[in-house]
């Protein structure tokens, strides 16, 4: 059945709720700032309702927190955002340990989302968050540069949860943090403290989901350390999904236009190269003596020499497609929901490393050529290899065993760590390359109506036209 309509409804009763509040603060009426209303009957709407409150606070341009009793819920409330949002939104784990990781991932897929300049990070909500970070830009700033030293015991600089408009966690973190907000929204209000169910400082509305439906989920019972690390590796487990997919579609896209230029300029390169190469060897002859003409000779025959290599090393000069690489949300949802499953840094053993590492792989390759069957079989080779388990793509990852040692854990938590450090490492040194500058001035190019390479194509077939005429000169 779908759902949607009682969704839309949800949300629509709470946003007239924060409406209701803020005429009567415009009307000079002392509002009624806190107010404890109905959890939605069917349980199963409360977390893309959740999510769509996000999604509608952010087309608002309104701060808001969604405040929680623990961890349990954060990768369902992660998984349901809207994919192109993510990164304005902040969510994170209690436990100082993981939060750390979670938020130094959530600033690497921010700050790459910024530099892509894609159509993902387009529309009002990324314009009014560009805006807030030229605002608070020297916040922004030393914030990078905490993650990027990327140490465990140094803390994040203060007001650091105030760049995000949207923020979801415990409602131990959102009190640390202390970062105000329009909306509040208390949710599992059954297991918040008495002191956390009241109006929160600094907001203009806060509402708290009433016992119902809502409060009977348990949420996280911190028994042991084996139970902790599980939460918390569910929680990076997200982070290290959502870091898989943006590397994956920066890779992606710089691939398809490294295949167009190498069709349109590097061959053009490589001959323009070899015409040079030629006339400098034909000026050299008409003056044998020249020292200045024998070594530019060399240097072009040697500059002709690496094109010719470069270009015949890439393989043909025909574009295998003319079209960027622009994956539908569906597919990023696809590929970001198996990453969770099949990433090596879940494996139980080095067996199953690998097996995971080669699935992996597959994944990739797929979700590159856009190819949602390649994945669906990656995921059929999933349950193959867990004995036949059947879970539908669409559900939750599911918990690591309880009975497992913290130290085994421990050490998972630790590869995703580590993961997530290279992730924005590869991203930072993909940004930084000669190519992606290129591609960037080019998706520039491409919003005014232009196309660079082709540009730049009718620019090197002129020199080529002129350097051969030259040559002719020579009579070669």
């Known amino acids: 059945m779908d759902s949607a309509p009682d969704i839309a409804t949800t949300v629509d009763a709470w946003l007239r709720q924060f409406a209701a509040h803020a005429a009567a603060r415009s009307a000079q009426t002392p509002p009624s700032v806190f107010r404890e209303i109905g959890a939605p009957v069917d349980p199963a709407i409360t977390v893309p309702a959740l999510a769509a409150l996000a999604a509608e606070a952010l087309a608002r341009d309104r701060t808001l927190w969604i405040v929680t009793a623990d961890d349990a819920w954060l990768p369902d409330i992660s998984n349901a955002l809207d994919i192109s949002l993510r990164p304005l939104c902040l969510v994170l784990p209690g436990a100082d340990y993981a939060g750390g990781i979670a938020l130094r991932a959530t600033l690497a897929l921010l700050k790459s989302r910024l530099t892509r300049a894609a159509e993902d990070s387009e529309g009002p909500a990324w314009a009014a968050m560009r805006a807030r970070l030229r605002r608070d830009d020297a916040l922004w700033r030393s914030s990078l540069a905490w993650s990027a030293r990327g140490l465990d015991r140094e803390?994040?600089?203060?007001?650091?949860?105030?760049?995000?408009?949207?923020?979801?966690?415990?409602?131990?973190?959102?009190?640390?943090?202390?970062?105000?907000?329009?909306?509040?929204?208390?949710?599992?209000?059954?297991?918040?403290?008495?002191?956390?169910?009241?109006?929160?400082?600094?907001?203009?509305?806060t509402l708290m989901l009433a016992s119902g439906p809502i409060s009977g989920f348990t949420g996280l019972v911190v028994m042991d350390?084996?139970?902790?690390?599980?939460?918390?590796?569910?929680?990076?487990?997200?982070?290290?999904?959502?870091?898989?997919?943006?590397?994956?579609?920066?890779?992606?896209?710089?691939?398809?236009?490294?295949?167009?230029?190498?069709?349109?300029?590097?061959?053009?390169?490589?001959?323009?190269?070899?015409?040079?190469?030629?006339?400098?060897?034909?000026?050299?002859?008409?003056?044998?003596?020249?020292?200045?003409?024998?070594?530019?000779?060399?240097?072009?025959?040697?500059?002709?020499?690496?094109?010719?290599?470069?270009?015949?090393?890439?393989?043909?000069?025909?574009?295998?497609?003319?079209?960027?690489?622009?994956?539908?949300?569906?597919?990023?949802?696809?590929?970001?929901?198996?990453?969770?499953?099949?990433?090596?840094?879940?494996?139980?053993?080095?067996?199953?490393?690998?097996?995971?590492?080669?699935?992996?792989?597959?994944?990739?390759?797929?979700?590159?050529?856009?190819?949602?069957?390649?994945?669906?079989?990656?995921?059929?080779?999933?349950?193959?290899g867990q004995a036949g388990a059947r879970q539908p793509l669409s559900s939750a990852v599911p918990p690591a065993p309880t009975f497992a040692a913290a130290e085994t854990l421990a050490a998972e938590a630790a590869k995703i760590r580590q993961r997530l450090a290279a992730i924005s490492a590869l991203l930072d040194q993909l940004y930084g390359s000669k190519l992606y500058e290129l591609f960037a001035a080019a998706r520039v190019a491409e919003r005014q109506g232009r196309d660079l390479l082709q540009e730049m194509a009718q620019r090197l077939d002129n020199q080529i036209f002129l350097a051969n005429r030259e040559l002719d000169g020579f009579g070669v």
């Open 225 to 384: 350390e084996t139970i902790r690390l599980s939460a918390e590796i569910e929680v990076l487990g997200q982070e290290l999904a959502e870091m898989e997919l943006e590397l994956a579609t920066a890779q992606g896209e710089l691939a398809r236009f490294t295949e167009r230029y190498h069709a349109l300029i590097a061959g053009r390169m490589a001959e323009l190269d070899r015409i040079q190469a030629e006339l400098a060897q034909a000026r050299m002859q008409h003056s044998p003596d020249d020292p200045v003409l024998d070594r530019a000779a060399r240097q072009a025959g040697a500059r002709a020499e690496q094109s010719r290599r470069e270009s015949a090393a890439y393989g043909s000069n025909e574009p295998r497609t003319e079209q960027a690489f622009k994956p539908s949300n569906e597919l990023k949802k696809r590929f970001r929901q198996l990453a969770q499953k099949i990433h090596p840094d879940r494996a139980d053993n080095e067996a199953d490393r690998a097996w995971r590492t080669q699935l992996m792989s597959e994944a990739n390759r797929a979700y590159r050529a856009g190819d949602v069957g390649g994945l669906d079989e990656v995921f059929a080779l999933w349950l193959e």
């Open 155 to 205: 803390a994040p600089p203060a007001g650091i949860g105030s760049l995000f408009p949207v923020r979801i966690g415990p409602w131990t973190l959102a009190e640390r943090l202390a970062a105000p907000a329009d909306w509040v929204m208390l949710i599992q209000s059954g297991q918040l403290p008495d002191q956390v169910r009241s109006l929160w400082p600094g907001a203009s509305c």
